[in-house]
């Protein structure tokens, strides 16, 4: 707990941060989109820390429906243990990239199930679920039902066949009473959607009637899901189970975590997401009488040399191969560095290659071995005496803390390339630094030994303040820069790092 703020007569409460990740489906193993949503969540959430908050890190699978019975039946087995095996695909892989989340929650515990059946109860009763029944075409081999528009020739476009008209009764969500609800919300709560062009886009779909939603699957169609509270004959379908988990990981509605971090949420998905989370989340927690989440953030989607990501492609990229090969730290520092935030980006084993000897191995491992071999060459390797009232001209403390500046407001804005950025142009900055004012000369001369010591002492510093910076990023290279400097890692907090 940080001390109160006794000034002004109230007690601070200590900055809170609740992040989350989607949680992923099961039904495929983890690849580079999962990778980067979660590890651009694990960047923000280290960033937060550094900030001063205490957070709190969700990820998690998605582990009910159909699309999951059937790639079980793929492999004979029984989607129990199907998605016990790929559930833990993703649950080892996240400590391999260095992402360090306080939870991961999976749909299927009991914990969970319970949550998802209150929040059920709660909306029921009071009325805003009802039942229906309607005509649609269905086809048998995908287990779906189909638009008209969908269909290629009449026929299911993966089975070949005409769909046959069949008659269902479900459970509908209304959500069309609370549209203008969410529209004023959305309005009133600037950056409840981030970035701007996401939120544009959710409001010109509330501009069109909100249809109500299909919450329900009979069970003579699919038992592997949370069966309904007023209804044994249904399973609950997706969205309900899903966006669920939110709230059930921090133990609604009375677990302390809840209390304590639900106020600060902020959900991280790709743009396939957004109308679940932008619209359907904010209306269920509305329709249960929950504060709504404080925002969204969304972010595009990775290409891989050029096109979608595709198994017919073979171009599904797979973050161990390419961490195995190039290392983790570097595979972050690509990934938040070459995408902006809410635009596609393209990955490319060429470009990933000429960033890693660019920006890494140039530019800032150069700038550090330099550095480090002039001050064991010269000074044996002690820290010496920065002179700063004599040789104000050789500072660059000036240039660090704007450095510091721009990297804090491009973070906390979520602009993670634009934090980098201002990192990588103060790294620049210090290699033209060496090139003007030759160390190597100053050292043939005994009278210009303190001028020596002022450019040493001034790069060391300088390199101590990249060191912090990389740390939400790169936390390895981070790590290992501080120790060779000889430098504690500071607890939290830019004020101790500055110190
Ligand atoms: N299970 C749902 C989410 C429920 S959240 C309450 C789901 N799962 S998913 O496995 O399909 O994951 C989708 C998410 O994976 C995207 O929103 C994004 O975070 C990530 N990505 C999947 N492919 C991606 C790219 N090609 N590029 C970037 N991220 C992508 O939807």
Redesign the pocket.
């Given at each position: 707990m940080r001390p109160g703020n006794h000034h002004t007569g109230f007690i601070m409460e200590p900055k809170t941060q609740f992040f989350s990740?989607?949680?992923?489906?099961v039904?495929?193993k983890p690849?580079?989109?999962?990778a980067?949503?979660?590890i651009a969540t694990d960047v923000a959430t280290r960033f937060k820390q550094m900030d001063g908050y205490d957070t709190y890190f969700l990820t998690g699978?998605?582990e009910h429906g159909d699309k999951i019975v059937q790639a079980a039946e793929k492999q004979s087995q029984s989607p129990a243990q199907y998605v016990e095996k790929i559930s833990r695909l993703f649950q080892d892989l996240w400590p391999r990239l260095h992402i360090e989340n306080d939870q991961f929650i999976r749909t299927t515990q009991s914990g969970h199930i319970q949550v998802v059946e209150h929040l059920l109860s709660k909306i029921h009763a009071r009325g805003d679920i009802y039942f229906s029944s309607y005509e649609g075409l269905y086809c048998y081999g995908c287990e779906r039902f189909y638009q008209e528009r969908e269909l290629v020739d009449g026929k299911c476009p993966d089975h070949g066949t005409a769909p046959s008209s069949i008659k269902e009764s479900n459970y509908f969500f209304k959500m069309s009473q609370y549209q203008d609800w969410l529209i004023d919300h959305i309005k009133t709560h600037p950056g409840f959607i981030h970035p701007k062009q996401y939120e544009t886009e959710i409001l010109s779909f509330l501009k069109e009637p909100l249809e109500d939603l299909c919450i329900s699957r009979p069970k003579s169609r699919l038992t592997w899901g949370i069966t309904l509270p007023f209804d044994d004959n249904y399973v609950t379908y997706?969205?309900f189970d899903?966006?669920t988990?939110?709230i059930s990981a921090l133990g609604y509605p009375d677990g302390p975590l809840f209390k304590k971090f639900w106020p600060s949420a902020r959900?991280?998905?790709?743009?396939?997401?957004i109308k679940?989370?932008g619209i359907y989340?904010p209306i269920m927690l509305k329709a249960a009488g929950l504060d709504i989440y404080n925002g969204l953030n969304v972010?595009?989607?990775?290409?891989?040399s050029g096109s979608?990501?595709s198994k017919s492609i073979g171009n599904v990229t797979d973050p161990v191969q390419v961490t195995g090969q190039y290392g983790v730290d570097a595979f972050r520092y690509f990934l938040m560095r070459e995408m902006v935030f809410g635009l596609?980006a393209n990955f490319t084993e060429d470009v990933l290659v000429s960033r890693i000897n660019a920006d890494l191995a140039n530019d800032l491992g150069n700038l550090f071995s330099r550095v480090l071999s002039m001050n064991l060459k010269y000074f044996k390797g002690q820290v010496p005496a920065l002179h700063s009232d004599i040789f104000s001209d050789l500072s660059l403390a000036p240039e660090a803390d704007a450095t510091i500046r721009h990297f804090r407001a491009a973070m906390a804005g979520y602009a993670f390339h634009k934090g980098l950025e201002a990192v990588w142009q103060f790294i620049s900055r210090m290699n033209k630094y060496i090139d003007t004012h030759e160390p190597w000369g100053l050292a043939k001369d005994p009278k210009t030994r303190p001028r020596l010591e002022a450019v040493i002492r001034n790069l060391l510093e300088g390199l101590r303040t990249v060191a912090a910076l990389i740390y939400p990023v790169m936390p390895e290279t981070s790590r290992k820069m501080l120790q060779e400097l000889t430098i504690p890692q500071p607890e939290s907090g830019f004020s101790d790092w500055n110190k």
């Open positions: 990740t989607p949680i992923y489906y039904n495929a690849h580079l989109g999962h980067y949503t979660t699978t998605d997706v969205w899903a966006l988990n939110y959900h991280f998905v790709a743009k396939d997401i679940p989370h989340w972010h595009g989607f990775w290409n891989v979608k990501m596609d």
